[in-house]
């Protein structure tokens, strides 16, 4: 029931009064107009003036990122650290969010709060944006009465989880980029700038250069075969995604072949590695015993290679088998993680070494990444420099040749 309320609620923009007799406004999310009176007069506001927001085409747009969540919780954290109660803090940040799918999402969760439910129960009826991680230490919190310090260590672990990946597709964003263009760029001379080159070399009367002969059979074939071509490569690239996204062999496997691949499978086995220790820490930090923070960790790490393998570490732990033998038996973890975990294990501070091994390989990530924009930028350049060069030394070589016999 709580559900289909929450479901059916619509925005509200609302004028009135508060205990001071200051004028104020503000926007709430309700069932109806009387829901938002009700609302009003708990939180003393003296409602002069309610109206339904108009739901136009993008009234409710806007899309809910990781970034957006990380925010949410250290807000949310920083309110309740200042003494201010659950349900106004939810109130405060949600009515103050420029986008509108968040503002909904938190609106419905402060109504679901105010009826009685706990926060994690609330936001586990939301799991694209809260993931069991995220949930596991919301209740951890609740139970200790640590609520704040639990959403603060939470708002931590995703600012740098989500620093992390940015990273990492700036990274592969710049050559993604150049490459499209020259792409584009090459297409463009193939379909408009040769065939005016050929028109002009068949008033020659001699042979042309092998070379400027083949690049005009390429623009030939992209002219007549362009659209199957493009059509060709597209549905490659959507059952590609959508294969990849259904089946967990393909993903595993292309996972697996990821962190084997050059250059670029270094980076993402020390990211998964950072990942799995900063989860970790936060967990244990939480106090969240290890079989059951090994589980949430597993989803953490953002390879599947690396999830199977917590997963196979949890089962292990779970029949009295040290972490430490779990992770050396995955074969996936460097010597000096395993032996770092070791030393935590040892001496009660499992919480502090792992979070020390994130610091390293955040930052080994961080430099790798570093080199890899500053190797990869020449390369790219070169690349579009041969393929545009190419092309137009394929199309003057006729004309320095003729010069030559002049």
């Given amino acids: 029931m709580a559900e289909t309320a929450v479901a059916s609620t619509v925005p509200f923009v609302w004028e009135g009064t508060d205990r001071k007799g200051k004028k104020i406004k503000g926007k709430s999310m309700a069932a109806n107009e ?3 009176r009700a609302d009003l007069r708990r939180q003393g506001v003296v409602p002069s003036r309610i109206k339904k927001q108009s739901q136009g085409l993008f009234s409710g747009g806007g899309t809910i990122t990781p970034g957006d969540i990380a925010i949410f919780m250290r807000q949310l954290s920083t309110m309740l650290a200042a003494g201010i109660p659950l349900v106004q803090s939810f109130e405060i940040v949600g009515n103050g969010h420029e986008n509108a799918a968040m503002q909904k999402l938190i609106l419905s969760i402060k109504a679901d709060v105010e009826g009685g439910s706990a926060l994690a129960e609330s936001l586990a009826k939301h799991p694209l944006y809260f993931d069991d991680l995220v949930i596991n230490l919301v209740e ?11 959403l603060d260590k939470i708002a931590t672990y995703k600012e740098k989880t989500e620093a992390l990946k940015k990273k990492i597709k700036k990274a592969l964003t710049y050559p993604g980029a150049v490459l499209a ?16 080159f050929e028109d002009l070399f068949k008033g020659f009367g001699a042979d042309l250069p092998t070379f400027t002969r083949k690049v005009i059979d390429l623009s030939i074939f992209v002219r007549e075969k362009g659209f199957f ?11 590609f995604l959508y294969f990849k996204k259904r089946s967990k ?7 697996r072949m990821m962190l084997k691949a050059p250059i670029i499978g270094p980076i993402l ?23 059951e923070a090994l589980e ?35 074969d996936l973890f460097p010597n000096m993680v395993i032996q770092m975990i070791a030393v935590g294990e040892e001496s009660g501070s499992l919480d502090e070494m792992s979070s020390k091994v994130a610091d390293f390989y955040e930052e080994d990530v961080d430099n790798a990444v570093d080199n890899l924009s500053s190797l990869l930028e020449p390369l790219i350049m070169s690349i579009l420099g041969v393929l545009v060069g190419g092309l137009v030394v394929a199309m003057y070589l006729p004309i320095f040749k003729m010069g030559a016999v002049i």
């Fill in 269 to 291: 086995e020390k990211a998964a590695i950072a990942r799995y220790s900063r989860t970790l820490a936060t967990m244990f930090a939480a106090g969240v015993p290890l079989v």
């Fill in 296 to 330: 949430s960790v597993a989803g953490a790490t953002g390879n599947i290679v690396y999830e199977i393998g917590v997963l196979e570490m949890r089962d292990e732990v779970a029949t009295g088998l040290r972490l430490q033998q779990a992770m050396e038996n995955t």
């Fill in 181 to 196: 263009v020259a792409f584009v760029v090459t297409t463009i001379l193939l379909i408009f700038v040769i065939p005016a």
């Fill in 34 to 36: 009387a829901a938002v």
């Fill in 140 to 150: 951890a919190g609740e139970q200790a009465g640590a609520l704040e310090a639990l």
């Fill in 229 to 239: 071509l493009a059509a060709l490569i597209g549905g490659s690239v959507f059952a």
């Fill in 249 to 255: 062999k393909m993903r595993h496997y292309l996972d």
